[in-house]
């Protein structure tokens, strides 16, 4: 089992910037992606960003360019930071991993932690 903590969300205004982090424990050394999803209230859970173990990285359009995903491999940590944020934006954005190589751009992940909310007002 891995445990994800995440930390980092906040109430920002547009425009803003805001750095997500989430440290992983437990049998870390199984991690392979780790990634980063979004919920907006009324809405479907939806895939942000992925980095594999080599620094691979794949974002979904609506956060290219505004949005980069980074690793720390020695201490088991991803982050998020978030540029340019806009009220759309807003969610609970949660952390997650592949326990097995799935790839890249799979939305398959098997960890995942209680997520962060993230608020940007207009």
């Known amino acids: 089992q891995v445990q994800l903590v995440e930390s980092g969300g906040g109430l920002v205004q547009a425009g803003d910037s805001l750095r997500l982090s989430c440290a992983a424990s437990?049998?870390?050394?199984?991690?392979?992606?780790m990634g980063w999803f979004r919920q907006a209230p009324g809405k479907e859970r939806e895939f942000v960003a992925g980095?594999?173990?080599?620094?691979?990285?794949y974002y979904a359009d609506s956060v290219k360019g505004r949005f980069t995903i980074s690793r720390d491999n020695d201490k088991n940590t991803v982050f998020l930071q978030m540029n340019s944020l806009k009220p759309e934006d807003t969610a609970v954005y949660y952390c997650a991993v592949q326990g097995r190589p799935y790839g890249l751009e799979s939305k398959r992940y098997d960890y995942w932690g209680q997520g962060t909310q993230v608020t940007v007002s207009s």
């Open positions: 980095i594999s173990r080599s620094g691979g990285t």
């Open positions: 437990g049998r870390t050394f199984s991690i392979y992606t």
